[in-house]
C-alpha cells in the first residue's frame, strides 16, 4: 500500500522560496508518475507538475515555468515541487499524487501574502 506524506507548506511573503516535499511509502513502479497539484480556496484542483518515477522526465504547467521545479530523489523516495518568487496566487493546499493509480496525500497548505 502506497501512501504519500507532504510537508514543507506555511505561510511566506510575495517573492520567496518554498520547497514542498512528498516523501513516499510502499511500493512504487518504474512506470508510476508521481504529480503535484493543487486547490486553490473556492476553485477546483488543478495539475501543477509531474514527474516520471524512473526517467525523471517531468512536466510544469506553462503558467508555472520559470517559477516551479519538480524532482524526485529515487534512493530517498521523495518528491519535491521548489516553487520560487511565489505570489499570492500561489495560495492553495498541494497535494502529492500518483497519478496513474489514483493515490493522494493528505496536502500541504501554502498561503503566500503580499
Known amino acids: 500500500q502506497v501512501q504519500l506524506v507532504e510537508s514543507g507548506g506555511g505561510s511566506v511573503q510575495a517573492g520567496e522560496s518554498l520547497t514542498l516535499s512528498c516523501s513516499v511509502s510502499?511500493?512504487?513502479?518504474?512506470?508510476?508518475?508521481m504529480g503535484w497539484l493543487r486547490q486553490a480556496p473556492g476553485k477546483e484542483r488543478e495539475l501543477v507538475a509531474d514527474?516520471?518515477?524512473?526517467?525523471?522526465?517531468?512536466y510544469i504547467r506553462d503558467f508555472l515555468k520559470g517559477r516551479f521545479t519538480i524532482s524526485r530523489d529515487v534512493a530517498k523516495k521523495l518528491v519535491y515541487l521548489q516553487m520560487n518568487n511565489v505570489q499570492p496566487e500561489d495560495t492553495a493546499v498541494y497535494y502529492c499524487?500518483?497519478?496513474?493509480?489514483?493515490?493522494w496525500g493528505q496536502g500541504t497548505r501554502v498561503t503566500v501574502s503580499s
Open positions: 499524487n500518483v497519478r496513474n493509480r489514483d493515490i
Open positions: 510502499g511500493r512504487i513502479f518504474g512506470s508510476d508518475v
Open positions: 514527474i516520471s518515477w524512473s526517467a525523471g522526465q517531468s
